[in-house]
């Protein structure tokens, strides 16, 4: 497999344009079996989870091509007698997020139970308890799902938990049902507010998207659209640290602070400084780094997908951080790693003490799983010496080239095959 070698201790420079969201892209793409029509999703990034639930559409007689970064998208083939590849689904948890459409168009769908990174257990009970509620039967077999309803109607829906994933899916099923939904607690995230934008394009009555209501009056149709998704917060907040964690002065391009504001305030708060202009952010990093406490939260909150990234910065700033994760159990797989390299942290459940020390050391250590991936790059470009990270194909499906993009900014960086 693939392995990245990075020396570290060479300080970064210039400017970073951050790729467009993965996780708004996939229930995007996933979104396109709604309309029956053809769909142009634009400036695609090139990840291997792109690819694989393109494959996965492919499987099920969607024509799928890519020119120049554009994903055209032509959903008028599919039957509703078509299963997803189950070997595709097992590879992705994003994958489920096809059921929500195929129920809504077809009124019945058969999946397998997704895959994903081993972060933590993330049922899919929310999903399955809106489809319920907007009148499909489920029946819950040895490794599948399947869903039926002659016709979905709108109901109220309250989520136990604000669900990124069960939103998205309740959404796409909703957006063809009978009558009014209303989804509370809903998910805020960017990401949702961006599907929404999505298929009111395509003709969806939606309103309150990036609130915790959201109401949904059913159409009977919808239809093909051109659409370019947000920027990737997550990869812009990556980039952002690079920057603090190795003193250097880097511009993060196409992004928007609104979407980053949890990020910046913890930078902030650890001694890093920020310009923030339109559509970029310039980050100045420097060796007096602050100790920190972050807890992850649902959106507007820390993001849980940059719990890691922000756990390497706090192995190299003065004093003791305590990070609290609230969203997984167990997303703190990337600490032994860098334990590996010279950091000193304890574990206590679902919080990680971490005492500053004054250097890494380069060392082989493994990505055990892609924001896990991320962290460790961060370490390894300020560590002591040479790192060799292994099991990358984790980083690869949430980065685009990103030993690429970091070699542009000067980082002593390469990809082994």
Known sequence: MDKLVIKGGVP?????????????????IAASILSGDKCIINN???????????????????????????????TSGILSTDEPDGDLV???????????????????VKISLPGGCNIGTRPIDLHLKGFRALGANIDLGYGYV????EKLKGNNIYLDFPSVGATENIMMAAVLAEGETIIENAAEEPEIKDLANFLIQMGANIQGAGSDTIRITGVKNLHGVSYTPIFDRIEAGTYMIAAAITNSKVKISGVEEEYLRPVIAKLIESGASLEIGEKFIIVNGHNGLRAMDIKTMPYPGFP???????????????????????????????AGELKRMGANIKIDGRCAIIEGVKSLSGCNVKATDLRAG??????????????????IYHIDRGYVSIEEKFKKLGANIERIK
């Open 44 to 74: 695609a990034p090139t990840l291997e989870d792109v690819y694989v639930i393109c494959d996965l559409l492919s499987s099920m007689n969607t024509k799928v091509s890519f020119n120049d970064n554009n994903i055209y998208i032509d």
């Open 304 to 334: 849980t997908d940059m719990q890691a990234q922000i756990m390497s910065l706090a192995c190299l700033s003065k004093g003791t951080s305590i990070i609290t994760e609230t969203v997984f159990e167990n997303r703190f797989m990337h």
């Open 374 to 391: 991320a962290a460790l790059i961060l370490a390894a470009l300020c560590a002591d010496g040479v790192t060799t990270i292994n099991d």
């Open 12 to 28: 970064l420079k210039g400017e970073i344009t951050i790729s467009a969201a993965k996780n708004s892209i996939l229930p995007i």
């Open 146 to 149: 399947e869903a039926k309803a």
């Open 90 to 108: 097992r590879k992705m948890r994003a994958s489920f997020l096809i059921m929500g459409p195929m129920l809504s168009r077809f009124g019945k």
